[in-house]
Every structure is written in structure tokens, then in C-alpha cells.
């Protein structure tokens, strides 16, 4: 009797170490496999071998990647907020905020690489749908010779002729506002009319 339940357990375990159990629960989004098919952690040069039978993804753990420009990553810093909109859905505007920026850098295009995070879950997000995202800054009063107004960067003002417009979000909606620019330096314009300090301006954006 106990060769033959030790023959049991032997099978029992030849079974469990057949089975494939995911490291994390999610959705499978690609079958590389099929039934019948041999598997091996590693590639066999020149063989049909197969490395792995799915790719699955953690829905609650979707994030954004954006190559942003040289010039502009001294003003993007993690916990910054961020308005993404989905191609699908370009009217949606998805509060976000930067998770860390890769320290990194690609020397052909001339950009970093930033990590941000949703924080909001919807089903409507899917795997490598195309994203546009506008990093927010808060405008501070200007203290300097005791100037009146508020400091943007200039990448926030958009010029139309003679008149300037800020991009604004007020409680998750955007909104163009005309604004008068009293001063510009060679990074900053200096507002005293149209938006005040505490407001959120789109500073720049990115798509990706």
C-alpha cells in the first residue's frame, strides 16, 4: 500500500507542476501558444520552441509612458498633476499625476522618458491605446521688485495675433482664457490680467 500511494502522490505532484499559475490576477490580452506545443523558459536556436503561452495584463495597474523634450524636463517632477485624453475619447479629460521621470535619456531623439499613473480606473483604458497628456503647473505670484501679476512658463501662453491665451483646468474641465502679458523673459511671461495665482495652466504637452 504505501508504494502504492507514494506512485499517487507522485502523480499528484506531476499534475500541479504542470499547471501554470500567473503571478498576479489580470486579463489576457495575447495567446502565444497552442494546446499541444512545447514550452521552455528559454529560446533553442533554430527550434520551434515556444518561450511562453500569453501575455496578461493587470488592468489596475495601467500607466502612461511619454518621451518628453530635453528642454522641458526641468519643469516635470514626480506627484505633478496631469490631464491625460485618450485618442478614442479626446473630450475625456483623465486626472493624472507623474510617478517618476527615468533617468535616463534618448540621445537620438533628444527626450526622457516619464512613468505617470491614472487616478481614476476606468474600463474605457485599454493596452497601448494612443494618449495625449498635459503636464499642469501651479502659478505663483511674482515677488520681485514687487511686480503684480503671475509667472507662467512660455510654453503655457498661446500668441493669436496680438491677443495671448492661457489653457486652464477648473475642477477636471479646460478652459481658454485671454490674459494679458505685461513681461517676457527668455522662460517666464509675467500675467496681470486673466488668471491669478493658485489657478492650473497646461504647461505643455505630449502625446504618445
Known amino acids: 500500500m504505501?508504494?502504492?500511494q507514494a506512485l499517487v502522490?507522485?502523480?499528484?505532484?506531476?499534475?500541479?507542476d504542470m499547471q501554470?499559475?500567473?503571478?498576479?490576477?489580470?486579463?489576457?490580452?495575447?495567446?502565444?501558444?497552442?494546446p499541444g506545443e512545447m514550452i521552455s523558459p528559454v529560446s533553442a536556436g533554430g527550434g520551434f520552441t515556444a518561450t511562453g503561452i500569453c501575455t496578461i495584463v493587470d488592468m489596475d495597474s495601467l500607466e502612461i509612458e511619454v518621451d518628453v523634450n530635453e528642454a522641458f524636463i526641468n519643469r516635470v517632477e514626480a506627484g505633478q498633476p496631469v490631464v491625460a485624453n485618450l485618442n478614442a475619447y479626446p473630450k475625456w479629460d483623465i486626472p493624472?499625476?507623474?510617478i517618476a521621470i527615468i533617468p535616463t535619456a534618448d540621445r537620438?531623439?533628444?527626450?526622457?522618458?516619464?512613468r505617470i499613473g491614472f487616478l481614476e480606473k476606468d474600463?474605457?483604458?485599454?493596452?497601448?491605446?494612443?494618449?495625449?497628456?498635459?503636464?499642469?503647473?501651479?502659478?505663483?505670484?511674482t515677488t520681485t521688485e514687487k511686480k503684480e501679476g503671475v509667472v507662467v512658463p512660455n510654453a503655457a501662453v498661446l500668441n493669436e495675433g496680438d491677443e495671448s491665451y492661457v489653457i486652464l483646468v477648473k475642477n477636471g474641465r479646460i478652459e481658454?482664457?485671454?490674459?494679458?502679458v505685461a513681461e517676457?523673459?527668455?522662460?517666464?511671461?509675467?500675467?496681470?490680467?486673466?488668471?491669478?495665482?493658485?489657478?492650473?495652466?497646461?504647461a505643455s504637452y505630449d502625446e504618445s
Open 123 to 141: 474600463e474605457r483604458v485599454l493596452p497601448d491605446m494612443g494618449i495625449r497628456v498635459s503636464f499642469l503647473q501651479k502659478m505663483v505670484e
Open 20 to 34: 501554470i499559475l500567473a503571478p498576479f490576477s489580470g486579463v489576457v490580452v495575447y495567446k502565444a501558444a497552442q
Open 2 to 4: 504505501e508504494g502504492a
Open 108 to 114: 537620438n531623439k533628444a527626450t526622457v522618458r516619464v
Open 184 to 202: 517676457e523673459t527668455s522662460n517666464y511671461s509675467r500675467i496681470v490680467k486673466g488668471v491669478r495665482a493658485g489657478d492650473q495652466v497646461v
Open 96 to 98: 493624472a499625476e507623474v
Open 9 to 16: 502522490d507522485i502523480s499528484k505532484q506531476r499534475l500541479a
Open 176 to 180: 481658454i482664457k485671454q490674459v494679458e
